[in-house]
């Protein structure tokens, strides 16, 4: 396995239909583009077939999915377990790619992730639409205008650099999901004279059943919760059910009105700097006050 890719590639000249199957799908589309420029359709045809084929599998060295361990009192690490139900996608931000429709993978590895800003982003559209956004646009005739997030939204997510006089950093560290598994969709756009498909279009996905975590930390600065007046435990409770409808209910991929990035929660988990707990999310919501309560619980 070779991570500095691009140390690699410079000069190269790789045919993959006579390379070994390859760890990191991202090594291998890099090969299969040098390939594509003489044929591409080979290229593809040879990444569609392989690219399904091996697990992705890292050193444990680099602890990607570690879990989570808070520094300090009144700080929680958040972790819920879930597997896809419907396939996950996010366009790739690469300027060249074998295929149109690649999913987004990180940079040096090759790994197929959800960024933490798009959990961010994400999660607190789900809070919002928990405070009721849906009636609000409904009545602002499809608009957000004079939406204002609630404390116990800014408190987490923290607001906007000069949506108000005094800026606050939101108290939750969010952090990437990695995928090992890549499939593909495919759509199959039909001429209406002839009624027949005309070009398929391949998606590269996370197929469904994939196993990932949703991962996120509670860390407020000392007193934040009091400036804030806010509960720290109703502010994890309504958090913990968006997530819960985000992944469930709502979906958290690309194409979520085709149904998209919708999955089942496995377990759930909550890690102080002294305890822990293991279970459903409504096991976690019950727990919550005892995890605030405890000495050194609340920042």
Not at 131 to 149: C, E, F, N, P, Y
Not at 153 to 165: C, L, M, Q, S
Not at 202 to 226: F, K
């Amino acid at each position: 396995m070779m991570f500095d890719l691009q140390a690699r590639l410079a000069g190269q000249r790789v045919d993959p239909s006579a390379s070994s199957a390859c760890d990191l799908v991202g090594r291998l589309s890099d090969e299969c583009l040098s390939w594509s420029a003489r044929n591409g359709n080979a290229a593809r045809g040879c990444y569609l077939q392989r690219a399904t084929q091996p697990t992705l599998v890292l050193p444990g060295e680099l602890r990607l999915n570690d879990e989570l361990a808070p520094l300090l009192p009144g700080w929680l690490a958040i972790r819920i377990d879930f597997e896809l139900k419907t396939p996950w996608y996010s366009k790739d931000d690469r300027p060249f790619h074998v295929l149109d429709n690649p999913v987004r993978k990180d940079r040096v590895f090759g790994v197929p992730f959800m960024s933490a800003s798009s959990w961010k982003g994400l999660l607190r559209w789900s809070c919002r639409m928990e405070h009721g956004l849906l009636d609000h646009i409904a009545k602002h005739d499809g608009t957000m205008d004079g939406w204002q997030d609630p404390p116990w939204i800014v408190h987490p997510f923290g607001n906007a650099k000069g949506e108000d006089e005094d800026f606050s950093r939101g108290a939750l560290q969010f952090f990437p999901t990695w995928f090992d598994k890549v499939g593909f969709e495919v759509i199959n756009p039909h001429d209406r004279a002839r009624r027949a498909g005309t070009q398929p279009i391949y998606y590269e996905v996370v197929p469904a059943g994939c196993r990932a975590s949703l991962r996120l930390l509670y860390a407020p600065t000392p007193g934040q919760a009091d400036r804030q007046r806010v509960d720290p435990v109703v502010v994890l409770s309504r958090l913990l059910e968006a997530a819960r409808k985000l992944v469930t209910v709502y979906g958290f991929s690309a194409k979520r009105t085709a149904g998209w990035g919708l999955a089942e929660i496995h377990s759930a988990e909550i890690r102080s700097k002294s305890s822990s707990k293991k279970g459903t999310v409504d096991d976690l919501k019950a727990a919550l006050r005892e995890f605030i309560d405890a000495p050194g619980g609340q920042a």
